[in-house]
């Protein structure tokens, strides 16, 4: 039942900014962690960034610091992936995750994954 819908990926420069979106649903949004993964292509799945339930507390991947921000908005159910300074080798299928709790946010710790969305970053 839980639900996690991503959206906001595209084709961009290097260089160039996104912002993805991720609207979740199927479970009580404001009580469990969240995050973003990515894969791109042969590639395995990876670890971008994760939020505890409140905001509070974020965790980002070395290859995403100081260039993403993760954030979330409880009363729309709605997790953000602001990406800046894109470089190609973020080319990816970008997944929004669930938590399996509250506070929990290093990279094992994502039970559910949404479908993706898929951002292309040329050189």
């Known amino acids: 039942q839980v639900q996690v819908v991503e959206s906001g990926g595209g084709l961009v420069q290097a260089g160039g900014s996104l912002r993805l979106s991720c609207a979740a649903s199927g479970f009580t949004f404001g009580s469990y962690a969240m995050g973003w993964f990515r894969q791109a292509p042969g590639k395995e799945r990876e670890f971008a960034a994760g939020i505890s339930w409140r905001g509070g507390m974020t965790h980002y991947a070395d290859s995403a610091k100081g260039r993403f921000t993760i954030s979330r908005d409880n009363a729309k159910n709605m997790v953000y992936l602001q990406m800046n300074s894109l470089k190609p080798e973020d080319t990816a299928v970008y997944y929004c995750?669930?938590?399996?709790?509250?506070?929990?946010?290093?990279?094992?710790?994502?039970?559910?994954w949404g479908q993706g969305t898929q951002v292309t970053v040329s050189s």
């Open positions: 995750a669930r938590a399996r709790d509250s506070y929990h946010i290093q990279p094992y710790d994502y039970t559910h």
